[in-house]
């Protein structure tokens, strides 16, 4: 069984910078497009960013310049550093894949538990 485990998250003061990870704790055959999510109380689950399988990012207007998405292929994972962070980045991050079991399953826009980052004074 397949499970994107992330994590970094955390109580962070504005202006503050955390680094949250993501990766499957099952053997996978491929990961493909990796995508950051989030979602604060009452609202819907947005994306933050999204990193292609070759290492291209795209970012949301409300993240761009501020966060940066990468991956390690070797290791499967796909971070999310998020510096200057505001009040507003306040909310449970998730981890997005798609990807390919070693059965040969293709799995689109598999998601993770999510990880809490709360941004206070």
């Known amino acids: 069984q397949v499970q994107l485990v992330e994590s970094g998250g955390g109580l962070v003061q504005p202006g503050g910078s955390l680094r949250l990870s993501c990766a499957p704790s099952?053997?996978?055959?491929?990961?493909?497009?990796m995508r950051w999510y989030r979602q604060a109380p009452g609202n819907e689950r947005d994306l933050v960013a999204t990193?292609?399988?070759?290492?291209?990012?795209n970012y949301a207007d409300s993240v761009k310049g501020r966060f940066t998405i990468s991956r390690d292929n070797a290791k499967n994972t796909v971070f999310l550093q998020m510096n200057s962070l505001k009040p507003e980045d306040t909310a449970v991050y998730y981890c997005?894949?798609?990807?390919?079991?070693?059965?040969?399953?293709?799995?689109?826009?598999?998601w993770g538990q999510g990880t809490q980052v709360t941004v206070s004074s």
């Open positions: 990193i292609s399988t070759f290492g291209v990012p």
């Open positions: 997005n894949a798609d990807l390919v079991t070693d059965w040969g399953t293709p799995l689109t826009e598999y």
């Open positions: 099952g053997s996978i055959y491929k990961l493909y497009t």
